[in-house]
């Protein structure tokens, strides 16, 4: 099973600012058919998951162009250009490249 | 506008029986392959089960092997998870989610307790 490791897992971010999260794999997410599946996904508080950016950095249909993913391998990065009050919540690093798909254990994200 | 309504999820007891149902709109639901995740505060996201678009192919965390069994009726537009000798550890939220997570339903609820 691989596992994903997110970092920070809490972070206060200032309105306007920008934010980081890290996401690390325990084995290299490239498929055998080039692709890498590592998305990143937003819950809000009590509501369910929605997918941001998926296959490392493309935005999912909706989703503003403030936010960005990188990476490759095993190291991953997402980051939110400019904070809005509408980013608070928790965000998870997502991998289907091998079953089981697994999550990271997400980070906070928080409003200063 | 595509839409994931899960219902099923109870109470039940150690042992005990659940089968949970996912109801599709908006999507050509018998193109995609769907997921089944749970989501508790002390373990997070955790997937369970895929199910192929046709059907033909379904895979399940080791956890669930034997125990649950993922199904899905194209011609209703409705995916299911029926879940038996259901223990405490499966206390959780349940939810379904189209491919690997492109959009998910609210979740219901499914709690084991004696």
């Known amino acids: 099973e691989i596992f994903l490791t997110q970092t920070p897992l809490s972070s206060f971010v200032t309105f306007g600012q920008p934010a980081s999260i890290s996401c690390k794999s325990t084995q290299s997410l490239v498929h055998s058919d080039g692709n890498t599946y590592l998305s990143w996904l937003h819950q809000r508080p009590g509501q369910p998951p929605r997918l941001l950016i998926y296959?490392?950095?493309s935005r999912f249909s909706g989703v503003p162009d403030r936010f960005s993913g990188s990476g490759t391998g095993t190291d991953f990065t997402l980051k939110i250009n400019r904070v809005e009050a509408e980013d608070v919540g928790v965000y998870y690093c997502t991998q289907a490249t091998q079953f089981p798909q697994t999550f990271g254990q997400g980070t906070k994200v928080e409003i200063k | 506008e595509v839409r994931l309504v899960e219902s099923g999820g109870d109470l039940v007891q150690p042992g005990g029986s659940l089968r949970l149902s996912c109801g599709a709109s908006g999507l050509a639901f018998s193109t995609y392959a769907m997921t089944w995740v749970r989501q508790t505060p002390e373990k997070g996201l955790e997937w369970i089960s895929v199910?192929?678009?046709?059907?033909?192919?379904?895979y399940y965390r080791d956890s669930v092997k034997g125990r649950f069994t993922v199904s899905r009726d194209n011609s209703k537009n409705t995916l299911y998870l029926q879940m038996n000798s259901l223990t405490v550890e499966d206390t959780a939220l349940y939810y379904c989610?189209?491919?690997?997570?492109?959009?998910w339903g609210q979740g219901t609820l499914v709690t084991v307790s004696s």
């Open positions: 989610a189209m491919g690997g997570g492109d959009f």
């Open positions: 296959n490392i950095s």
């Open positions: 199910i192929s678009a046709t059907g033909d192919n379904t």
